[in-house]
């Protein structure tokens, strides 16, 4: 642990589950499970979107409290060996929502931009090779909230993977006092899910111009959750 105290933080290994992390992830996966039970499921895919694969889903940070049911409930019924893997943050935080992940059967990938993030991209391009899909929330971990981070345009660009925009509304929730305005969703409310046009990022792309695709990437996911206003 003291060499780990002198490693710069961007190197250092992500934080593995102890007993407190593995006891929330498990409680929260729980919860989640009844949580979801109450509510009533809308999916609307205009674009037929979900019929590529593998594909890179993205969704808002503040819209995370649903995704996996959204992954099993919807997606995995267009094949019967879809497999997911999403990243997860190497912090704490991270180790107690990877229990969760692993809980639905999805595989989580530990890195983000500021820690272990060639080794998470490195790993990322591996699941997309390896067939899975992934799901990223581009303005996660810590924000600005619904702008979308360089990242995910960079990992379609070098696999050739699509990426597809997700995003859902609420009939009724709360929102936490968090940089994101995490969203609880109320039991026995309605979920409208909207999935986007898959977006197809060129090979060859400049960094003024990966700029421009994740704004726009940003405007479409907004524009889907606000689908149904």
Do not use: D, Q, S, Y
């Given at each position: 642990m003291a060499l780990a105290s002198h490693t710069p933080k961007h190197l250092r290994p992500a934080h593995d589950p102890g007993l407190t992390e593995n006891l929330v992830g498990s409680t929260a996966a729980w919860l989640a499970r009844a949580l979801a039970c109450t509510i009533r499921f809308e999916f609307h895919d205009p674009f037929n979107s979900v019929a590529f694969q593998?594909?890179?889903?993205c969704i808002w940070h503040d819209r995370l409290a649903l995704c996996l049911e959204i992954f099993t409930r919807y997606i995995v019924h267009h094949g019967d060996q879809r497999r997911l893997a999403a990243l997860v943050s190497a912090s704490r935080d991270g180790a107690m929502l990877s229990v969760l992940l692993k809980s639905y059967g999805v595989e989580p990938v530990r890195g983000s931009s500021s820690r272990r993030g060639f080794q998470a991209m490195k790993a990322l391009i591996g699941k997309l090779d390896q067939g899975r899909d992934l799901a990223l929330t581009p303005d996660g971990p810590r924000g600005p909230r619904h702008q979308a981070h360089h990242g995910i345009i960079t990992l379609s660009q070098l696999t050739g993977r699509p990426i597809i925009p997700v995003s859902y509304r609420l009939s009724r929730y709360t929102s936490l006092s968090t940089w994101d305005l995490f969203q609880i969703p109320h039991p026995f409310g309605s979920c409208?899910?909207?999935f986007g046009e898959a977006i197809h990022v060129e090979r060859k792309l400049e960094a003024s111009q990966r700029a421009?695709?994740?704004e726009a990437l940003g405007r479409e996911?907004?524009?889907?959750?606000?689908e149904g206003d």
């Open positions: 593998p594909a890179i889903f409208k899910v909207h421009e695709v994740a996911m907004n524009r889907l959750g606000m």
